[in-house]
């Protein structure tokens, strides 16, 4: 069992920055993959960025160069910076990590985001 606790969310103008984090807790020695997704409204959850545990990263399309991904092994955590906010990035975010072997998937409760003037 994983548990991932995310925060980090909450209410920002277009154009600003916040810090998104997931502390991993549990079978954490078996995490390979973690990442983020969100789901806006009425939409169907996305990848947004992933990581896994040797660096190696992946990016949605449409947050390639304002949102960055990072890792921290050694304290279980996952970052999501992101800049350069948009209005269309306003959606739940969900930690996710991937075990090893199992490949089984966890997930943390979200955490709103929302970019509006």
């Known amino acids: 069992q994983v548990q991932l606790v995310e925060s980090g969310g909450g209410l920002v103008q277009p154009g600003g920055s916040l810090r998104l984090s997931c502390v991993g807790s549990?079978?954490?020695?078996?995490?390979?993959?973690m990442g983020w997704y969100r789901q806006g409204p009425g939409k169907q959850r996305e990848l947004v960025a992933r990581?896994?545990?040797?660096?190696?990263?992946n990016y949605a399309e449409s947050v390639k160069g304002r949102f960055t991904i990072s890792r921290d092994n050694a304290k279980n955590t996952v970052y999501l910076q992101m800049n350069s906010l948009k209005p269309e990035d306003t959606a739940v975010y969900y930690c996710?990590?991937?075990?090893?072997?199992?490949?089984?998937?966890?997930w943390g409760q979200g955490t709103q985001v929302t970019v509006s003037s």
């Open positions: 996710n990590a991937e075990l090893v072997l199992t490949r089984n998937n966890y």
């Open positions: 549990g079978s954490i020695l078996r995490i390979n993959l």
């Open positions: 990581i896994d545990r040797g660096g190696s990263t």
